[in-house]
């Protein structure tokens, strides 16, 4: 007889089919809360010797992570160098430093979509207080060139504000990037089949099973409750942006938080981007970047820039209808649930 395990916590959920009569170790798994949402993890080696060591190397690096680049925590790294005065550069650690270098790299290759320094549209709109507010048009506009008013040289790790207001934010990919540390920790000592999910971000360590990938679940962004989707990977990272995930709502009306840095206004188009790629920070940060183009500019920069990056979108098709397009690779290991297949359609580009 075969089961069904769901776990999540954010736009992407795990749903494993195993059979009851299967000789495979049964997993073994752990939940824990980090960087501000639900973690977990699940190791599926025959070994179990190295259960402990791998639940202690996650959560160690998670912490890690999240005491670097928290901007709710006045104490972070990253905090402070929000708070160093203009024209004064200092020196970031590598771990700070190698995490805005990727930012950076992705917002050359985006063309700006994705936007490390948006962090002062997060506070106008509202977000960093949790209470948000319309802002003035005029006070958006004037706002927006001093997005980009820091410097960064990567070989001294030296970055410096040219703006009072310059404030990074690292949260399109910070997630992505403690993923993929920890599962290079995993590798390193040694285990080979592992689930570690981030808040919904998912790291799918080797295959589920002997000759079995992971069959990931991506959820529908009209009903959170639901799925709309199977996908299957093997040894690959899985993150989901979508405009569900957060909000905030001013005079009835609800405003997500994946902010267009070109505008100062939240992004509209897509209800919801899934990556999936080896590299687990490059696909969080990805993710963003094609939500914040929408359709046609998402499908640009995957050909163009990225075509290795597999990636799914999601597009309204009216009432609580889906218009779902993934690239060409995902055919025959995409398929949509026979719940959606009378609301959703499928292409392949």
Request: hydrophobic share 45%; glycine share 10%.
């Amino acid at each position: 007889m075969a089961g069904l395990t769901r776990w999540a916590a954010g736009g992407v959920a795990l749903a494993v089919l195993a059979c009851a009569c299967s000789r495979e170790p049964a997993p073994r798994r752990s939940s824990f809360t980090s960087m501000g949402t639900g973690a977990a993890l699940e190791l599926r080696d025959a070994d179990r010797s190295l259960d402990s060591l791998a639940l202690v190397a996650v959560e160690s690096r998670f912490r890690q992570v999240e005491a670097c680049m928290n901007v709710w925590d006045a104490a972070s790294e990253l905090s402070r160098a929000n708070r160093a005065a203009v024209d004064s550069p200092l020196t970031l650690s590598p771990l700070l430093g190698d995490c805005l270098a990727q930012a950076l790299d992705l917002r050359a290759r985006s063309g700006g979509a994705f936007e490390p320094g948006a962090g002062p549209l997060m506070k106008r709109w509202g977000f960093l207080r949790r209470e948000g507010r319309l802002p003035d048009p005029d006070s958006l506009r004037s706002l927006l060139p001093k997005l980009g008013a820091y410097d960064y040289a990567p070989a001294t790790r030296s970055f410096g504000r040219r703006d009072a207001e310059v404030a990074l934010d690292l949260g399109g990919i910070a997630k992505g990037y403690a993923l993929e540390l920890a599962a290079s920790d995993l590798r390193a000592l040694g285990v080979g089949r592992a689930l570690i999910d981030l808040g919904g971000n998912l790291y799918c360590l080797g295959e589920a099973s002997a000759g079995r990938p992971w069959r990931v679940g991506i959820r529908d962004p009209l009903d959170r409750d639901r799925y709309f989707a199977w996908l299957t990977v093997t040894d690959a990272a899985v993150a989901t942006s979508g405009s569900y995930e957060r909000f905030v709502t001013i005079d009835g009306r609800r405003y997500g938080h994946i902010m267009n840095p070109a505008t100062g206004r939240p992004a509209e188009g897509l209800l919801s981007v899934t990556t999936v790629t080896s590299h687990a920070a490059l696909g969080d940060g990805l993710a963003t970047a094609l939500f914040v183009l929408g359709p046609e500019g998402a499908r640009a920069l995957l050909r163009g820039e990225y075509p290795e990056v597999e990636a799914v979108l999601v597009l309204p098709a009216g009432g609580d209808s889906l218009r779902v397009e993934a690239t060409a690779s995902l055919e025959g290991r995409l398929e949509l649930l026979p719940s959606h297949r009378d609301r959703a359609t499928l292409r392949f580009f």
